[in-house]
């Protein structure tokens, strides 16, 4: 089975900076994708950035320009730079992975920007 441990949310000022990261472990495999996604009370999880095993990145367009999604893959560890925080990036960020093998997600890590 595999885990997902995920660290580095918190309460950041508008215009602040925050570094997510999350580790799979658990397994001997490697990924094949691994993302962020974010969601806010009433409303569905979205996608914030994912980066494939081959450097493939997605960025959210209400992120593109202040977040970098980075990768370590023998670490199977993906990292999220949050840099230029709005109060509409507040939520709750969930590590995702995909492995050949399955989906597996984070148990989540709360951010909150106050403004």
């Known amino acids: 089975q595999v885990q997902l441990v995920e660290s580095g949310g918190g309460l950041v000022q508008a215009g602040g900076s925050l570094k997510l990261s999350c580790a799979a472990s658990?397994?001997?495999?490697?990924?094949?994708?691994m993302g962020w996604y974010r969601q806010v009370p009433g409303k569905q999880r979205e996608s914030v950035a994912i980066?494939?095993?081959?450097?493939?990145?997605n960025y959210a367009d209400s992120v593109k320009g202040r977040f970098i999604i980075s990768r370590d893959n023998p670490k199977n560890t993906v990292y999220l730079q949050m840099n230029g925080l709005k109060s509409e990036d507040t939520g709750v960020y969930y590590c995702?992975?995909?492995?050949?093998?399955?989906?597996?997600w984070g148990q989540g890590t709360q951010v909150t920007v106050s403004s």
């Open positions: 995702n992975a995909r492995f050949s093998f399955g989906v597996f």
């Open positions: 658990g397994n001997n495999f490697r990924f094949n994708a």
């Open positions: 980066i494939s095993r081959r450097d493939t990145i």
